[in-house]
Structure formats: C-alpha cells, structure tokens
C-alpha cells in the first residue's frame, strides 16, 4: 500500500523527532513550508515554550520575491531575533521536509546570520 505525501512526512518527522530535542541551552529550531509560506520558530521542549518565530507573513519580512528568497529573509531574520534573546545554538528540525529547496535556503540564511547548528 502506497503513503499519501502527508503519511510519508509525518513517518519521516516522527523519526526525526525521537533524536532532536530542544533544551534551555539547544533549543530546536522548527521549520514548517507551506505552498505559499514558510515558518520558522525556536522551541524550548522542556517548558514546551516558543523563544522566537518568524514566518513569511510577518509585515517586516516584506514578502517580495521568489519563494527561496523569501525564506532567505526568514532564516536571516530568526537568527537575528534567536541572537538578540540570547540563543546562539540550535537543532534543526527540517519537520520531515527534504533538506532542499526552501529549508536549505532558510538554514543557509540563519547560519549566514549567525546562528550555530
């Protein structure tokens, strides 16, 4: 029997997410995509708590562009907000998405930025 896309994401984010856990001192940093948008935000999972998020619907984003550059400015944009509350490190959680495209933008971005993972 063949999975859905959506089946075969959600196999492949289950098992990203028994290793990746974010803590006070590496909290995971988040991606969800979208069709038209993307989403990052950094999680502590021990409080179950959102430190910083940032998506592409954000008025100071400005979403203009190609879809990749978009993600681009989102991924710069949380490694400067992660930065200001004092987050240097994190675990990227791609959410069961290929690192390719848009997530690899948006990683690249925050690297760039700053942001150690």
Do not use: C, W
């Amino acid at each position: 029997m063949a999975l859905s896309k959506l089946e075969r994401r959600h196999r492949i984010k289950y098992r990203i997410r028994k290793i990746i856990f974010g803590t006070a001192t590496k909290p995971r940093l988040s991606v969800f995509r979208s069709n038209k948008e993307i989403y990052a935000q950094i999680v502590d999972d021990n409080l179950g708590t959102t430190l910083v998020s940032v998506s592409s619907r954000d008025k100071e984003i400005g979403a203009t562009g190609s879809k990749s550059d978009v993600a681009k400015l989102v991924g710069k944009t949380i490694a400067e907000k992660a930065l200001k509350s004092g987050v240097e490190g994190v675990a990227f959680d791609r959410n069961g998405f290929l690192y390719h495209g848009r997530v690899k933008a948006l990683a690249d971005a925050a690297r760039e930025a700053g942001l150690k993972f």
